[in-house]
């Protein structure tokens, strides 16, 4: 197969070099046509400029003809085999072309356009018959039939793209051009156009792809010679021959021949020596560029050239400019958006390449986005360019990766899916630049530069960057070895970037206020808080009542809380009872002061749950003495029961007792076991627990457990347990356990486990390791012995 690529690239070589030019047309035209037109087109463009005119065009050619023919049959087959008819097409008309001149028959009148017996005449061929398939033939062009120079464009009224400069982006009603900054090779320039003007001659201006060639003649040309110069811009392959005898025809027009890229205007055809030296006898100047590397090729490789381009200078142009030229970009760029990114892109990227470029990129990112397209490629520039946007310019892949996921409903991404995406969006384009260029650090990615520019200058195709990226920007920022620097450059941009949005989006609000609070001012967070609470963020209502509460300042807290609370924040909820408990102890702490009872009541208990049994104590005995005796006596006598001053705690709780409490009965029972009564206290607890006391039965039961009567008491725990006392049924599981009623007592701890008995599980757990998880229980001594239990 290789065999078949090579020769078949050297026959499309010869067919470049010295077929038609609408044969060339046809293999441009293929190759727009592919889906691979991505890497098909540039390729043969440079096929096309080093053969023409040049049947050996060296090694660079051959190979990128190789390439192209390569891709076309691994990824176009139907393009692939369009280019083998070309191919074939030609070898049958240069077959014909060497092959024996015919004769006119004698008897053929001029114009019959009659074949006999092999012969040609005219464009006809006439056989007895024609066998095989597609057959071409190509006729020679005729060389009269270039345009009248009245038809010739008139420089006031040309459009400069039609002559080969490149379009630069435009945003709104801008010029179609930049305002031109003058290079340093201007003046030379100037005086050749000016010489050739008056006396002919052929002005060459050479440099490397995109260093602005084209558009520095294009200047010295509309500088230097007046408006109403007609000018001929033919395109590639156009046959020139005729040009002296279209020229004497002119009048007294003044004329320009403009042949952008020389080297495709090259040949028999072309642009010779002979007729640049008739040109110069009219006066008629011929302006020209080329690429250093076709000029090298033809100058000094190609004798047939050589003749033509000895006797030129060619004014040689720089891809680096100058510190001269440098300073006149700064001093023109404020007037033109495009100039300043240019500038403020100088120093990665060269400035006409990155004005001539940029569009070219940009239009390729924006088709890029479709279904059928890159997306996800799309959406890796999209993020390093809103990463820009933010401040940083340049981040690591894994950034990249988890911005992605940051634009609108965007699916996980494999990390083999991630790095195909990103390998299209790095590739080369136009062999200068990919939409992603590496970083400074290894492993960095950034975005071209003209695209950051787009989007900040309001291109479309871009929105407001996620708000979730500016919080990503910064958390990368502070994670950079200068992230003080970045975090500042990243903050400023987001005070300027989300202030925009702030009356219309309060989570750009909420957004500008996290950002604020975690890396720059918290009263300015604050007040961001405020303002995008109050426009309806229940998140920031959140954040600003904690913030608030953190300070002490609970009032102002507690309506930001509340609305918080309100919409399920949980830590919004939990702050919100702790502010209200606090409010709520400010304004009993007020009423107490004003000789309040209830209040100092309130005060005692909550003093109490807090284990401050002094000011507990303190706040009980105000109670007491504003009118609260006999309600807040059970409380005291607890307090003085906790310190173990029994004596003190049985005044108290007979106090209560007497007063009508009827919880004070068994609290006055646990009193007097502790002082020794405990026929006193047996009495209370059964009075208690007769007068529906759950504690009251539970403590009863607990007596006569201890006196050993058993069955009374497991009778008091269930009545403690139907009135709602938690252990009572884990005793009386007990109970039945020492008597190995096994099954019984596991249904009392499974009673004793939903009230919530901290050893009811673990007794549970033993009864099952006794060999079943609940052993029967023994036969009762009076059943019959058929009778199992």
């Known amino acids: 197969m290789d065999d078949e690529i090579e020769a078949l690239a050297d026959v499309l070589g010869r067919a470049v070099a010295t077929g038609p030019a609408d044969l060339c047309e046809l293999l441009t035209d293929a190759a727009h046509r592919s889906v691979a037109a991505p890497v098909l087109v540039p390729r043969l463009n440079r096929v096309l400029s080093r053969y023409q005119g040049n049947a050996v065009a060296g090694p660079l050619a051959s190979q990128d003809l190789l390439e192209v023919l390569r891709v076309a049959r691994r990824r176009d ?186 080297d495709r205007h090259l040949g028999d055809h072309g642009l010779t020596a002979a007729l640049l030296a008739e040109l110069a006898r009219l006066r008629v100047p011929v302006l020209a560029t080329m690429s250093d590397e076709a000029y090298d090729a033809y100058r000094f490789g190609s004798p047939e050239h050589a003749r033509l381009l000895s006797g030129v200078e060619p004014v040689e142009l720089g891809t680096d400019w100058s510190p001269a030229e440098t300073e006149r970009l700064a001093a023109t760029a404020p007037g033109d958006l495009r100039l300043a990114g240019a500038y403020a892109h100088r120093a990665r990227h060269g400035t006409t390449a990155y004005l001539t470029v940029g569009p070219e990129l940009f239009g390729e990112w924006r088709r890029a986005r479709r279904a059928n397209a890159h997306p996800l490629g799309h959406r890796i520039v999209l993020a390093a360019i809103d990463l820009a946007r933010c401040g940083v310019e340049e981040a690591e892949a894994d950034v990249l990766r988890r911005a992605c996921a940051l634009y609108g409903d965007a699916a996980p991404v494999s990390s083999e899916e991630f790095d195909e995406a990103r390998e299209w969006a790095s590739r080369i384009r136009h062999g200068i630049t990919g939409m992603l260029v590496p970083g400074t650090e290894a492993g960095s990615w950034r975005a071209y530069g003209s695209l950051v520019e787009d989007a900040k200058d309001g291109l479309p195709g871009f929105g407001a960057v996620p708000l979730e990226l500016w919080l990503l920007a910064l958390e990368e920022a502070s994670s950079d070895d200068a992230a003080s620097l970045v975090v500042d450059t990243v903050l ?85 009872g702790s502010a209200l408990l606090r409010r709520s102890e400010y304004w009993l702490e007020m009423a107490a002061g004003s000789e309040d009872g209830a209040a100092a009541l309130a005060l005692g208990d909550l003093r109490r749950g807090e284990g401050d049994l002094q000011a507990a104590m303190r706040w009980y005995q105000a109670a007491a003495q504003r009118g609260l005796r006999t309600r807040v006596a059970s409380r005291i006598g607890g307090v003085f029961q906790d310190w173990h001053y029994y004596e003190d705690a049985e005044k108290w709780f007979r106090i209560a007792l007497d007063g009508g409490d009827p919880e004070a009965a068994d609290s006055l029972g646990v009193v007097l076991e502790e002082l020794g009564r405990a026929d006193e206290a047996a009495l209370l607890y059964q009075e208690s627990a007769e007068n529906g006391s759950g504690t009251g039965a539970y403590n009863y039961g607990a007596v006569l457990n201890d006196r050993g009567e058993k069955t009374e008491a497991r009778a008091w725990f269930a009545r403690a347990h139907d009135l709602g006392h938690y252990s009572a049924a884990f005793l009386l599981g007990e109970s039945l356990r020492d008597e190995e009623r096994h099954t019984e007592a596991a249904t009392w701890f499974r009673k004793a486990h939903a009230r919530g008995h901290h050893r009811a599980l673990h007794a549970l757990a033993e009864a099952g390791s006794l060999g079943s998880p609940y052993p029967p229980d023994p036969p009762a001594p009076d059943a019959p012995d058929n009778v199992k239990a």
């Open 77 to 262: 087959t139907t393009v692939f085999e369009e280019l083998r008819t070309i191919a074939d097409a030609f070898t049958e008309d240069e077959s014909a072309r060497v092959a024996p001149v015919a004769r006119r028959t004698p008897d053929a009148t001029a114009n019959s356009n009659a074949v006999s017996g092999g012969t040609f005449n005219e464009a006809v061929v006439q056989a007895g018959s024609i066998t095989g398939g597609l057959h071409t033939y190509y006729g020679q062009t005729p060389h009269s039939g270039l345009p009248p120079v009245t038809d010739w464009s008139q420089l006031d009224r040309t459009d400069p793209i039609t002559l080969g400069v490149h379009r630069t982006r435009r945003i709104a009603d801008e010029p179609l051009l930049p305002r031109y900054v003058a290079r340093d090779c201007d003046p030379e320039l100037d005086t050749q156009v000016r010489s050739a003007a008056r006396d002919g001659g052929l002005v060459l201006v050479t440099g490397d792809p995109l260093s602005g060639k084209t558009r520095t003649l294009w200047a010295a040309l509309f500088t230097n010679l007046s408006g109403t110069t007609r000018i001929l811009a033919p395109l590639h392959g156009t046959d020139l021959r005729a040009l002296p005898a279209v020229l004497r025809a002119r009048g007294d027009a003044e004329c320009v021949l403009w042949l952008d890229d020389l």
């Open 492 to 576: 400023s941009h987001a005070r300027v970037a989300l202030a925009q949005d702030a009356d219309t989006n309060p989570q750009a609000l909420l957004t500008l206020a996290r950002i604020e609070e975690e890396y720059g001012d918290e009263e300015a967070a604050e007040v961001l808080l405020r303002r995008a609470a109050d426009a309806g963020s229940t998140e920031a209502a959140g954040r600003l009542g904690s913030l608030l509460f953190h300070r002490d300042d609970f009032v102002s807290a507690t309506p930001y809380l509340e609305k918080a609370a309100e919409s399920g924040d949980a830590e919004a909820q939990s702050l919100l």
